[in-house]
């Protein structure tokens, strides 16, 4: 027997997680926040959004597309996913009730991570701030 104890059972969420409650998971969920036709544009990324209705559950949903054609390297396209999760989940208590599809629309030419999380943190600051 181990010294530690035993966590079965206990679905213990740290402050720094993501959980499935705050992800757009099915394609539905997707289509229909690509269907409601509104997104804010910054220089590599697209925020689509739509607002979720009073009967749905309240917070923000993030869901996240990272294509290959503009960034070969899956460490590349982790690192972006990573970036949005992290800035997404630093901010998601100020965003409105709303599912949020962050897409990347252009190759960058460089990989700055301060840069992309800046502007990835803006595209958020201006969906909390934009009327919707």
Same mark, same amino acid.
Request: charged fraction near 30%; proline fraction near 5%.
């Given at each position: 027997?181990?010294? $530690?104890?035993? #966590?079965?059972? #206990?679905?213990? /969420?740290?402050?720094?997680?993501?959980?499935? +409650?705050?992800?757009? *998971?099915?394609?539905?969920?997707?289509?229909?926040?690509?269907?409601?036709?509104?997104?804010?544009?910054?220089?590599?990324?697209?925020?689509?959004? $739509?607002?979720?209705? *009073?009967?749905?559950?309240?917070?923000?949903?993030?869901? @996240?597309? /990272?294509?290959?054609?503009?960034?070969?390297?899956?460490?590349?396209?982790?690192? /972006?996913?990573?970036?949005?999760?992290? +800035?997404?989940?630093?901010?998601?208590?100020? @965003?409105?009730?709303?599912?949020? /599809?962050?897409? @990347?629309?252009? $190759?960058?030419? *460089?990989?700055? $991570? +301060?840069?992309?999380? +800046?502007? *990835?943190?803006?595209?958020?600051?201006?969906?909390?701030?934009?009327?919707?």
């Amino acid at each position: 027997m181990s010294g $530690r104890p035993s #966590t079965a059972g #206990t679905p213990a /969420v740290s402050a720094t997680a993501f959980p499935k +409650q705050y992800r757009l *998971i099915r394609t539905d969920e997707y289509s229909s926040v690509f269907g409601f036709r509104r997104a804010l544009k910054s220089r590599h990324f697209l925020l689509h959004y $739509r607002p979720r209705s *009073i009967e749905e559950v309240p917070g923000a949903r993030l869901g @996240l597309v /990272v294509a290959k054609r503009f960034l070969r390297r899956s460490v590349d396209r982790n690192l /972006v996913r990573r970036l949005a999760r992290e +800035q997404f989940r630093l901010m998601r208590s100020r @965003l409105r009730s709303s599912d949020f /599809v962050l897409r @990347l629309a252009v $190759r960058p030419l *460089i990989l700055d $991570r +301060q840069a992309m999380a +800046q502007e *990835i943190r803006g595209l958020l600051s201006r969906a909390t701030s934009s009327r919707q």
